[in-house]
């Protein structure tokens, strides 16, 4: 059989069917936080407990994360294009069943079921732009545009999630998705080419460790954020994950079609950006998180407002990666991840002095404009580092590793901040308690972006010019 799966031409329409992978691309990345300050609502409304009310959040995370390995290799396998529509087809059923759920429990299926979608739709977003847009000036701009939806994907949710719920209803935040899922299923058949497929058969050992492993990870970072790091519970997930994720890579090295290609880490750019895709995330939850909390329990703002509020980063992020690509050929990505990262970790500390008198022009606006552009500037590109250089075979895989790097250091990252937030509000209580555990979280993620300061170093010029 041959390993050329017949299409449509689309070159004549590339730039259409680009608009239909970022869309996707926002759609997923959006849902990680659109949600997150409706959670007062949906708790009154459906009648969660403090405990599963976190659950709306991390039942997405838990699947996507785990499943996003397995959604690369099978696009690989069985077509880029199929995976990608059955996977966004899986996202807007499961959308709208989660704006019609009358309970608790439909809504945590729903969530889950849109995990399902989302790893088998989102590794392959980043293959279908290499092999729809071919000529590399455009692949680099079309990257770029990508790390955007993909960092500023996160703020934006807050900002649409807020309007929603203000003016709407909590439920319109999941049936935003349904006309937009839509719309991608409607003409990503027709103008989106499906590229070649390696027909080498599916390493199932493999899958299943990978797809275990990772998801007790994530179940136990989870755990931990909630139970504490001490607790059995979170101990043994993140133990077995560990054991099972190094049986992966091991099993890995021993068979000819391996699911995860390990000689994607053997280029130096490429694997320093998979590190940073990792950190990166990991400390920007900070702001994400208890930015919000700060802003609706300490400031007093509402949903609508507190949305808003991000807008200043959204701006930054996607104001750089219109800028980025120009810049990435003459300078490489040494002196913009450099600049990036310091202005993150500027805009992090800033935001640990915060008290509760702090007003947001003179004390949250700046750090705000710092991590958008910082974020823009750092990590916009990381994709163009990681696809632009990957063998067409390999492309599904390498985008599964991007986006795993990316939701595993999400969810390790909120584990960390919200121990070591407890830790920094310990006996105090209210809005005391809110501040004290911000900063610390703050504080700490400042520390983290540090480390992404000193991997950005070891980026090297040549690979971003080939």
């Known amino acids: ?72 290799r099978m696009g690989d396998l069985f077509g880029r294009r199929r995976m990608f529509l059955i996977g966004i087809a899986v996202f807007t059923v499961a959308s709208l069943a989660g704006g019609l759920a009358d309970s608790a429990g439909l809504l945590i299926g729903a969530r889950i079921l849109q995990g399902i979608g989302a790893a088998a739709a989102g590794p392959s977003t980043l293959a279908l732009i290499t092999s ?8 680099m701009r079309a990257l770029a545009l990508f790390s955007a939806m993909a960092s500023s994907g996160f703020a934006i949710g807050l900002i649409l ?34 590229p070649a497929r390696n027909r080498a058969p599916l390493d199932l050992v493999g899958a299943a460790l990978a797809t275990t492993g990772v998801a007790s990870l994530v179940f136990g970072f989870i755990r931990a954020a ?86 200043p980063m959204a701006v930054g992020i996607f104001a750089l990666s219109r800028l980025v690509p120009r810049l990435l050929p003459r300078t490489g990505p040494k002196p913009l991840a450099v600049t990036g990262t310091l202005m993150m970790a500027v805009g992090l500390w800033w935001l640990s002095s915060l008290s509760a008198d702090s007003g947001y022009v003179p004390a949250i606006l700046g750090p705000m404009v710092l991590l958008g552009v910082g974020a823009g500037l750092g990590f916009s590109p990381l994709n ?32 960390l901040l919200v121990t070591v937030a407890g830790s920094g509000s310990r006996g105090l209580t209210g809005t005391d308690a809110v501040v004290a555990g911000a900063t610390s979280a703050f504080a700490f993620a400042a520390g983290i972006v540090l480390l992404t300061f000193l991997v950005a170093l070891t980026f090297r010029k040549p690979a971003t010019t080939q």
């Open 1 to 72: 059989m041959s390993t050329q799966t017949l299409a449509r031409p689309v070159a004549a329409r590339p730039g259409f069917a680009l608009a239909l992978i970022l869309t996707c691309q926002l759609m997923l990345m959006l849902d990680a936080t659109v949600m997150n300050v409706a959670l007062p609502r949906i708790r009154t409304d459906l009648g969660f407990t403090p405990a599963g009310l976190s659950w709306v959040m991390n039942a997405y995370t838990l699947v996507f994360g785990g499943l996003l390995l397995l959604g690369g």
């Open 132 to 139: 729809t847009i071919t000529d590399q000036q455009a692949r």
């Open 161 to 194: 999630g807020g309007f929603l719920t203000e003016w709407l209803t909590w439920r319109s935040v999941m049936f935003i998705n349904v006309p937009l899922g839509l719309v991608v299923l409607a003409c990503g058949s027709r103008y989106i080419s499906e």
């Open 226 to 311: 909630e139970a504490g790091w001490g607790t059995a519970t979170a101990m043994w997930p993140l133990a077995s994950g560990a054991v099972l994720v190094v049986a992966f890579v091991v099993s890995q090295t021993r068979i000819a079609n391996p699911m995860l290609p390990l000689r994607l880490f053997a280029d130096r750019n490429r694997a320093a950006g998979y590190a940073n895709f990792f950190l990166g995330p990991l400390s920007m939850m900070a702001a994400f998180f208890f930015m919000t909390q700060f802003l609706q329990e300490v400031s007093g703002y509402g949903a609508l407002t507190t949305g808003f509020a991000f807008l």
């Open 384 to 415: 163009v580092l990681i696809m632009s250089t990957v063998p067409p075979s390999d492309a599904g895989a390498a985008g599964g590793v991007l986006q795993t790097m990316q939701q595993i250091g999400s969810t390790l990252g909120l584990a």
